[in-house]
C-alpha cells in the first residue's frame, strides 16, 4: 500500500491539532501570522514602543521576552528600510522609546550584529550595515524581507533556492537506508492527510515542514543540512503564486507521498524528479526557475 493510500485511509481518524501523534512536532517552532502592517517612520517619533503589542515574533526569538520582542522590533525596521545604511543607533535612545533596561538593548544589538545588521566599533557607535553585510540566510532575515517591501524578491530567490536544494537532496536521500528518519517521513505524511481531511491547515502546514527538514537530514551532506532552515523559513513565508504547496490540497499531499515512496524503495531518480513536481507550480502557470539563458 503506498504512503498515500494508507494517509488517506487513515485520515477519517480524530487527530489531535498539538500533534501529539508520531511525529511530535511540538518541540518545533513555527511562525505566526504576520503583522498587518510595517513598523515606524525612519524617524523614531511614532514608533510602536508597547513590545507586547509587536504582532509577529520570529521562530528564532519565540519565548524570548522583551529581548525577542526588541530584536524583532528593530530587525523589521533595519530590513524594511525604515532605520537606514548608516543610521545610528543609541542604546539610551532606543530604551528610552522602547521602555526597557539597558541590558536588554545591549543584547538585543548583539543579536542584530550577529546577524550582520549593525556594527558597533568603538568612538562611533551602533551604526545600521547596508545590506551587503546582512546574513541573508538567516531565518529571521528571511522572515522580515518576506514580509516587507522586498517581500516578491525574497521569495522568488527563496523558491530558486529551494530549486537547487531539495531535488539534489531527495536524490542522495536515497541512497541512505535510515528507517528511522524514513519512518518519521512516512508518519509526516500521515499526519498530512489527517490534517487535510479535517481541514487543519496549521498542523498540515507543520508537518510539511518537519517532512522537508527530515528530507534534507536523510541526504546525509552536512553542508545541505545547514541550509535545512532555509527551506523551513521558506515554507512558513510562502504564499506566492511560486510554491507548489502554498496550501493543502490532494495534490499537495500525493506529491510528498510520492517522494516518500520513492525514497522507501531506494529510488533516487523518482525521488528527485517527485521533488522537482512538488515544487513545480501550477500546470498553467511556468515552473519556479525559468531555462537557463542563451549568451
Known amino acids: 500500500m503506498s504512503t498515500l493510500a494508507h494517509a488517506m485511509m487513515n485520515a477519517a481518524r480524530s487527530v489531535d491539532s498539538g500533534l501529539g501523534t508520531p511525529g ?10 504576520p503583522a498587518a502592517g510595517r513598523v515606524g517612520p525612519s524617524s523614531w517619533e511614532g514608533v510602536e514602543t508597547d513590545l507586547g503589542r509587536v504582532g509577529r515574533r520570529s521562530a528564532g526569538n519565540r519565548g524570548r521576552g522583551l529581548h525577542g520582542q526588541l530584536v524583532q522590533q528593530l530587525g523589521q525596521m533595519i530590513v524594511s528600510g525604515d532605520l537606514g545604511a548608516d543610521r545610528p543607533l543609541v542604546p539610551e535612545e532606543i530604551g528610552q522609546r522602547f521602555e526597557v533596561s539597558r541590558t536588554v538593548v545591549r543584547e538585543s544589538l548583539r543579536v542584530l550584529e550577529a546577524k550582520g545588521l549593525v556594527s558597533a566599533r568603538p568612538n562611533v557607535g551602533t551604526r545600521v550595515r547596508p545590506v551587503s553585510d546582512w546574513n541573508l540566510l538567516d531565518p529571521d532575515i528571511i522572515e522580515w524581507r518576506a514580509f516587507g517591501p522586498q517581500r516578491e524578491d525574497q521569495r522568488r530567490e527563496l523558491n530558486e533556492l529551494r530549486w537547487t536544494i531539495e531535488p539534489l537532496a531527495a536524490r542522495l536521500a536515497a541512497g541512505h537506508g535510515r528507517e528511522d528518519v524514513q519512518q518519521r517521513l512516512t508518519d509526516m505524511v500521515e499526519i498530512m492527510g489527517h490534517a487535510f481531511a479535517q481541514g487543519d491547515a496549521v498542523t498540515f502546514s507543520r508537518a510539511d515542514t518537519e517532512f ?26 510562502s504564499g506566492g503564486p511560486v510554491t507548489g ?51
Open 245 to 295: 504547496c502554498d496550501r493543502p490540497s490532494e495534490a499537495c499531499l500525493a506529491h510528498h507521498s510520492r517522494i516518500a515512496d520513492a525514497l522507501a524503495a531506494g529510488d533516487a531518480q523518482g525521488a528527485e524528479a517527485a521533488m522537482r513536481q512538488l515544487l513545480t507550480v501550477h500546470p498553467e502557470v511556468e515552473r519556479v526557475v525559468p531555462a537557463p539563458r542563451e549568451h
Open 24 to 33: 511530535d512536532l511540538d518541540r518545533y517552532p513555527y511562525a505566526e501570522t
Open 212 to 237: 522537508h527538514s527530515l528530507l534534507i537530514q536523510l541526504a546525509g551532506n552536512r553542508m545541505l543540512e545547514h541550509l535545512s532552515g532555509i527551506v523551513a523559513a521558506a515554507l512558513q513565508v
